[in-house]
């Protein structure tokens, strides 16, 4: 993988947030490519509960003051970076004041959604796009892991289908046990609409369930990683049907091996 260039782009990474199993792939992964000689960028959300005089966080002038177009507001930008200690891993974190101060992730203290989580994930998506365009840095994979960051490929596929930086670069998802019950906002589907994305190219979010927003980034992924052992047998199905070439689950111990040999041979 020497000087190939991978995006990782997560809603959770250690050792920011809490272990969890997005969070510890979300950094294992990085760090085997990292050791491989890849060149690689981690991008996630800067939640509120991210201690940032200990992680030694940064705004990036440079970087920031954009305005990104979520549902017709205009919302501001703010990009800061933190490095991995003795990794060498550099971390990019999506800010946004009317999005991401609280101190929490996803949900408030009683254990409810937040109900403005779809334009967060729009919200991160566009940000991700953006400052990748502002670095002038061309990755030849993007991998999703994440619900929050699953947006991601949609917007690639539709919303940024044009630009040219893009132009080879694949898409993987790595497909997670479910990690919420319910559904985001109801209007979700017509959010996304109104930046150009076609009604039946995401007709699964007129529900928009974790199942459904997962389904919706397969179908705009160019390839998926199974990464849970217990997927829900209509994910695994959705996946296996799909037409897209995926890598079943590996575990700890394997799993360097098989996403190396996954991203040579199948995804690049």
Do not use: C
């Not at 792939?25 to 000689?37: A, E, H, L, R």
């Not at 509120?48 to 990104?68: A, D, P, T």
């Not at 205009?74 to 800010?95: G, H, N, T």
């Not at 991998?143 to 947006?151: I, K, Q």
């Amino acid at each position: 993988m020497e000087d190939k260039r991978i995006l990782y782009v997560s809603s959770e990474v250690v050792p920011y947030l809490a272990e969890n199993e997005v969070s510890l792939m979300s950094y294992d992964v990085p760090k085997m490519i990292n050791d491989q000689g890849g060149q690689i960028r981690i991008f996630m959300p800067r939640y509120g509960n991210i201690n940032e005089r200990r992680h030694q966080l940064h705004e990036v002038i440079r970087l920031s003051g954009m305005n990104l177009v979520v549902n017709d507001l205009d919302m501001p930008l703010i990009i800061k970076v933190a490095s991995i200690p003795k990794e060498r891993i550099q971390v990019y974190f999506i800010d946004n004041d009317e999005y991401f101060k609280r101190k929490a992730t996803f949900t408030d203290e009683e254990g409810q959604l937040y109900p403005d989580n779809d334009e967060r994930a729009i919200f991160f998506a566009k940000g991700v796009v953006e400052t990748v365009k502002k670095l002038n840095w061309v990755p030849d994979i993007i991998h999703v892991h994440g619900w929050l960051a699953s947006l991601l490929p949609i917007y690639m596929k539709h919303y940024y289908k044009d630009e040219a930086l893009f132009a080879d670069t694949k898409i993987v998802t790595s497909v997670y046990t479910p990690s919420f019950e319910g559904t985001l906002d109801m209007e979700m589907i017509n959010k996304v609409k109104f930046d150009g994305v076609p009604e039946e190219a995401i007709s699964f979010l007129e529900t928009p369930n974790y199942e459904n927003i997962l389904k919706t980034a397969i179908n705009h992924s160019d390839a998926v990683i199974v990464a849970s052992e217990a997927l829900p047998a209509s994910l695994t199905k959705f996946i296996e049907s799909s037409g897209k070439p995926f890598l079943p689950f590996a575990s700890k111990d394997k799993f360097a091996e098989a996403y190396t040999a996954f991203y040579k041979s199948t995804v690049l």
